[in-house]
């Protein structure tokens, strides 16, 4: 049997930038590149939006992330370490490394995750060498996608390069190979490197509530005060026909003068002549209800991250808290998903290429990896008397000191301090 080592079959309908792009997508506002200003101005207007993306990005920013050796060696493991500035898993915590002029992974994972807003975030590696000849990481240069101009993609699906848009006096767009690139990408598909928003499904709801929105602020401004109505005295019975016509025009004239500029006011008022009337008319009936669908709506971009435990706990919220506990289980096994493949696609690009460079594809690599997301659990006092009576713990000065700075204690003062002397037992009386 012949071992199949190449492809026959393709992943994507060419490699020119165009098969780069979702070509599934009907709504012409939603098609690559004019999709990344709508999907911006969604994530800067609406404040569900806003809530429903932070629900999502800063459990992931807050959670732990850490280097696991994986079998590599100490050298490579230290490395790692040093220029991501992670803690290594497994190993007492070490002094954090000067920040300036280094790699920042917090700053880094907070661009990372713009995927979810924009389908794709690509970074470019930018290196420097240190004393021992070593390729260390200086930077991950961000390539804001609203600059992304072509997107070249192998037939296989792979990406070969990204450009940008020309910048400045530069004669040819800037072009970046794949080599040098992370680029990290929300439910890619085939060679769809531009990915899928997170925001996508909830593009419809956020134009109607929008729409609804302006409405209501609309309806309220029209009919709050009611729309003011002159209505004109009778003519004067002297003069002609075509004269009383005439003092009747001026006279609606002049009261829609009036009508048009009463405002309200502690000084507002209206001088009309004898047997006109100036009324503030409102609508007859009732006012159609707008807040049952822009609440609607708000349960809808919700639902589309899973995020339905958000709606809960309004006036008007509906649901048990019990149900919400299920909606926050479902939410924070799709975030552990988004944090596996942030992890892993930093793990193959970040790490293994800072690996390669130094010491060759065959040198055993460390990869990233990051704490359960809402696994933490409030360290009580009953609770750490009880993993030290059962030896989980072992009471030692470190731990003291942690204890201490968590309730607010103040340094132990080893001249001040005083014999411990346990409460006596029932039987040994008082």
């Known amino acids: 049997m012949t071992v199949p080592q190449t492809e026959k079959g393709y992943a994507s309908t060419s490699n020119s930038w165009w098969s780069a792009i979702d070509d599934l997508e009907e709504t012409p506002e939603l098609i690559w590149p004019k999709n990344l200003e709508v999907y911006d101005r969604m994530r800067r207007q609406d404040a569900q939006v806003i809530s429903v993306l932070r629900a999502v990005t800063l459990p992931i920013r807050r959670t732990e992330w850490r280097i696991d050796p994986n079998g590599a060696r100490p050298e490579v493991v230290q490395l790692i370490a040093d220029?991501?500035?992670?803690?290594?898993?497994?190993?007492?915590?070490?002094?954090?490394?000067?920040?300036?002029?280094?790699?920042?992974?917090?700053?880094?994972?907070?661009?990372?995750?713009?995927?979810?807003?924009?389908?794709?975030?690509?970074?470019?590696?930018?290196?420097?060498?240190?004393?021992?000849?070593?390729?260390?990481?200086?930077?991950?240069?961000?390539?804001?996608?609203?600059?992304?101009?072509?997107?070249?993609?192998?037939?296989?699906?792979?990406?070969?390069?990204?450009?940008?848009?020309?910048?400045?006096?530069?004669?040819t767009d800037p072009r970046m190979g794949i080599e040098r690139l992370v680029v990290y990408v929300n439910d890619r598909e085939g060679g769809n490197w531009l990915g899928s928003s997170l925001l996508r499904p909830a593009y419809k709801f956020w134009m109607l509530k929008d729409r609804l929105l302006r409405v209501q602020a609309q309806t309220v401004d029209r009919n709050g005060m009611g729309i003011p109505v002159y209505e004109g005295a009778e003519p004067p019975v002297m003069g002609t026909l075509a004269e009383r016509e005439d003092w009747a025009k001026k006279d609606v004239t002049a009261g829609l003068q009036i009508a048009k500029a009463v405002r309200s006011g502690n000084n507002a008022g209206a001088s009309i002549p004898h047997g006109a009337k100036l009324t503030l008319a409102g609508v007859s009936g009732a006012l159609p209800d707008a807040d049952k669908p822009i609440r609607y709506y708000d349960e809808q971009i919700a639902r589309a991250v899973l995020a339905n435990f958000l709606n809960l706990g309004g006036d008007n919220s509906t649901g048990s808290y019990a149900l919400g506990e299920t909606f926050a289980d479902f939410f924070t096994l799709s975030l552990q998903t988004v944090a596996q493949d942030i992890a892993s696609v930093a793990t193959q690009h970040i790490v293994e290429d800072l690996v390669d460079l130094n010491w060759g594809e065959q040198e055993p690599a460390p990869?990233?990896?990051?704490?359960?997301?809402?696994?933490?659990?409030?360290?009580?006092?009953?609770?750490?008397?009880?993993?030290?009576?059962?030896?989980?713990?072992?009471?030692d000065d470190k731990l003291e000191q942690h204890i201490r700075t968590m309730y607010s204690f103040p340094p132990a003062d080893a001249d001040t301090a005083r014999e411990y002397k346990p409460a006596p037992t029932p039987e040994e009386g008082t």
Request: proline share 5%; net charge positive; charged share 25%.
């Open 83 to 171: 220029d991501l500035g992670l803690q290594v898993q497994g190993e007492p915590a070490r002094p954090v490394v000067r920040t300036r002029d280094r790699f920042a992974w917090s700053e880094h994972l907070r661009l990372a995750l713009l995927m979810l807003v924009f389908g794709h975030s690509p970074f470019e590696q930018v290196y420097r060498l240190d004393e021992q000849g070593r390729a260390r990481l200086r930077k991950l240069g961000w390539r804001p996608p609203r600059t992304i101009s072509k997107v070249d993609v192998a037939a296989d699906g792979g990406l070969i390069a990204l450009e940008q848009h020309g910048l400045g006096n530069r004669r």
């Open 367 to 395: 990869r990233i990896v990051f704490d359960e997301i809402g696994s933490r659990h409030p360290a009580t006092a009953e609770g750490i008397r009880a993993l030290i009576e059962c030896g989980a713990l072992t009471a």
